[in-house]
């Protein structure tokens, strides 16, 4: 079976500043993990996926999330915040078959404050 | 990226009721649509999981005779909520596979039963 914990329901942040959205994952096969935006009463956009290429990952908007194994973690970062940034974030898993669910962690809403 | 089209982004019904929800890709071949419904703060619960041509596989707990998954193309899947009552009252959210890694999401579906 297949997890996610996302640490932090709220991360406040001020313009300007380092943004950091923490994901761990469970999973007994080699994982897809992806980092999904959602605007208030809008669906999800992908900002960027992990497909077992580069353990790096660079995604829209300034963000980019690396996977560790050792620690089993995917955290999302974005060096300066911005204010359109504010929204919330899920971060998501599946396995590497082309058809597999995605399991979702709980959200983490991000504020950005001026 | 992949455009996935959900109609209608509102629906207001009466108690009893039956609502549709369309989702459809655009611009591929889906494969495999889920379903998700979302309450307000929190995260996205899988509903069910369809492939085209077969029936859907519904997740522990959701009511397959109420909740009506049809996938009969490579581009559209139908959610009907059926005699709807006002604890259906949620947001809906499609999203799409083909053979790529991600899915992608539709806008989602505001229902609110009256």
């Known amino acids: 079976a297949q997890s996610v914990t996302q640490l932090g329901s709220h991360v406040s942040v001020s313009e300007g500043a380092l943004v950091l959205l923490r994901c761990n994952y469970s999973?007994?096969?080699?994982?897809?993990l992806f980092w999904y935006v959602q605007y208030p009463n809008q669906g999800l956009q992908l900002l960027l996926k992990?497909?077992?290429?580069?353990?790096l990952v660079k995604g829209i908007n300034g963000f980019e999330a690396e996977f560790k194994k050792s620690e089993t973690s995917f955290h999302l970062t974005k060096p300066s915040a911005h204010m359109s940034d504010a929204a919330e974030y899920f971060c998501?898993?599946?396995?590497?078959?082309?058809?597999?669910?995605?399991?979702f962690g709980t959200g983490t809403r991000l504020q950005v404050f001026p | 990226g992949a455009v996935v089209s959900q109609h209608p982004s509102r629906v207001i019904c009466k108690s009893g009721t039956s609502v549709k929800i369309e989702c459809r890709s655009l611009?591929?071949?889906?494969?495999?649509m889920f379903w998700y419904r979302q309450f307000p703060k929190q995260s996205l619960m899988l509903m069910a999981t369809?492939?085209?041509?077969?029936?859907?596989?519904?997740e522990q707990g959701v009511e397959k005779d109420k909740f009506l998954i049809n996938h009969a193309s490579l581009t559209l899947s139908t959610l009907t909520v059926t005699s709807a009552h006002p604890e259906d009252s949620s947001f809906y959210i499609c999203?799409?596979?083909?053979?790529?890694?991600?899915?992608?999401f539709g806008q989602g579906t505001r229902l609110t039963v009256v």
């Open positions: 992990y497909t077992s290429a580069a353990t």
């Open positions: 998501a898993v599946s396995d590497q078959s082309k058809t597999d669910k995605l399991i």
């Open positions: 369809s492939n085209e041509g077969s029936k859907a596989t519904y």
């Open positions: 611009d591929f071949q889906a494969t495999t």
């Open positions: 999973s007994s096969v080699p994982p897809y």
């Open positions: 999203s799409a596979r083909g053979g790529q890694a991600e899915a992608f």
